[in-house]
Structures are given as C-alpha cells and as structure tokens.
T-cell receptor
C-alpha cells in the first residue's frame, strides 16, 4: 500500500497570504489528523476529520481550517498568514472505526512565512 | 488536559550500548501509547503501539513497556547503532480520540 502523501513538500508564503495544504491518506483509512510542529512548541494537534466531518479540534485560532472529501483526502487552509505559522505541518491517517487506533504519518509540508 | 513529558531531552551514547527512553503522562485514561522516530526534517515513523490493556510490545531490538497506573512508558533499545540516531517521540491517545505528543528525546549514537 502507498503511504500517506502530502503536497506540496515545501512552501514559501508572505505574511497576510493564505495557503492550502493537501493530504492523501493510506487507501482505506477514513481518519485524517493534522499537526503543527515547531521547535518551540513541539507537535500540536490541529484537528481530525473522519468521514468528512471534523471530529476533534485542537486549540488553534479560526484562521486554521480544514475539510475532508468523500475519498478521505483532506485539505488544511491557513488564512492571513503570520510569521509564527512557519512550521512543519504533518498529517496522519488511521483506519479508525474503533476507539483505539494507530496513526501513520506523511512526510510533512514545510511552510515558511516571510 | 493530558500532558506528556519525555526525559531526557537529549542523549548521546557509544555504539553497542543498551539504552532506555522515558515517557510520562498525567492522565491514565488512555486508549493507547505509540512510539515514533523522526529523522531531521522528516515525518514520523511508527515504531511500536501499545494498547491500554497491554504491558509491552517488542519489535526487533526495540521493547516498549506501559504502566498506565503510574503514567509511564519506556522504550528500550538494545545494542544501539549509529542508524538509530534520531528524535524519539511518544504519543498517547486519550479518551476523546485526541493524541498528545511529548517533546521528544534526541538520540545520538556515536560510532
């Protein structure tokens, strides 16, 4: 099976712009979670989507949003970019369906905001 | 809110040594605990998953244990190799299906 893929891998944006990141989960996985990783804060949970519905949400401002399509692919959008949004954005997919499940991570998208 | 702590933050050992990485969490109501490794600038690679009802899991030179009552997990790496150099992260899945990560232990294995 192909692993989790994320596009693009690298992105440079200017403060105030918006950006959309994409994640394709492992075939058959229905849950997609997004994380932000920075040197200072470590890995922080953004949100999780399951069957096109947001099931969990972390403590991030409304500028961060996401969605999931019927084929389980997910997109994450950040509007009005700030310098502090520079980070590695990781998505993880899981088969889910039960309460306990394993997460499989993609390679990440490195976002730099200038 | 669940808090996950990893000690030490960094570790340097000579090749061939056995070593233990520690992970502690504040809320014992978890579904599972997962250990990952992360190479610089890369995504996370899953190493071991321990369900809440299990005490340990083994894969090759790796052994992970879980003590839910004390809120602790350890990752034991036997006969370390330079290729084991990476950052090791633990994550707990709490009730509510949220995952909480530790800040990681940066391991360097010196040839």
């Amino acid at each position: 099976k192909a692993g989790v893929t994320q596009t693009p891998r690298y992105l440079i944006k200017t403060r105030g712009q918006q950006v959309t990141l994409s994640c394709s989960p492992i075939s058959g996985h229905r849950s997609v979670s997004w994380y932000q990783q920075t040197p200072g804060q470590g890995l922080q949970f953004l949100f999780e989507y399951f069957s096109e519905t947001q099931r969990n949400k972390g403590n991030f401002p409304g500028r961060f949003s996401g969605r999931q399509f019927s084929n389980s692919r997910s997109e994450m959008n950040v509007s009005t970019l700030e310098l502090g949004d520079s980070a590695l954005y990781l998505c993880a997919s899981s088969p889910a369906g039960t309460n306990a499940y394993e997460q499989y991570f993609g390679p990440g998208t490195r976002l730099t905001v200038t | 809110k669940q808090e996950v702590t990893q000690i030490p933050a960094a570790l340097s050992v000579p090749e061939g040594e056995n070593l233990v990485l520690n992970c502690s969490f504040t809320d014992s109501a978890i579904y599972n605990l997962q250990w990952f490794r992360q190479d610089p600038g890369k995504g996370l690679t899953s190493l071991l998953l321990i369900q809440s009802s299990q005490r340990e899991q083994t894969s090759g030179r790796l052994n992970a244990s879980l003590d839910k009552s004390s809120g602790r997990s350890t990752l034991y790496i036997a006969a370390s190799q330079p290729g084991d150099s990476a950052t090791y992260l633990c994550a707990v899945q709490s009730t509510g299906n949220q995952f909480y990560f530790g800040t990681g232990t940066s391991l360097t294995v010196i040839p």
